[in-house]
């Protein structure tokens, strides 16, 4: 069976399930090259173990409770909370109440990373009109 997504300009119902939650699936609501959103459903008790996705990802928690672990700190999430991690960041999921959320992972289509901190002192250093003299393979 093939799995739809929703289209450009189709609306997606996110409402809680409410008495549906204990038998929900996690489910792909749109998928596209460059962005992708979740409804993840997690039955109290469960957990994600430590692991990351290729993007940005924005968790918001439709119903329930989880405990977000991430960036060294443990957060509890509840209905109506939103949460964001930078690219790849790794984190885990403890379901504390039976619970579903949303999440949005927006990748980089071309596949180019976003810079890290030393690229941007890089890039803040070397103006265009004046690179550095080194270059790495390059005899000049």
Not at 17 to 34: I, N, P, R, W, Y
């Amino acid at each position: 069976m093939t799995l739809s997504h929703a289209k450009a300009g189709e609306v997606v119902d996110i409402s809680p399930l409410g008495a549906g939650l204990e038998s929900a699936k996690t489910t792909t609501l749109v998928k596209t090259d460059a962005l992708q959103v979740v409804r993840l459903v997690l039955q109290a008790g469960r957990s994600l173990p430590n692991h990351s996705a290729a993007g940005i990802l924005t968790v918001q928690c439709l119903e329930g409770r989880v405990q977000f672990n991430c960036l060294g700190e443990n957060h509890e999430l509840s209905a109506g909370q939103l949460l964001h991690l930078p690219h790849a960041e790794p984190h885990s999921v403890e379901c504390l109440e039976s619970a579903s959320l949303l999440l949005t992972i927006i990748s980089d289509p071309s596949g180019k990373r976003p810079l890290n901190a030393i690229d941007e002192a890089s890039d803040e250093s070397f103006p265009a009109s004046d690179p550095p003299a080194w270059n790495a393979g390059k005899r000049t």
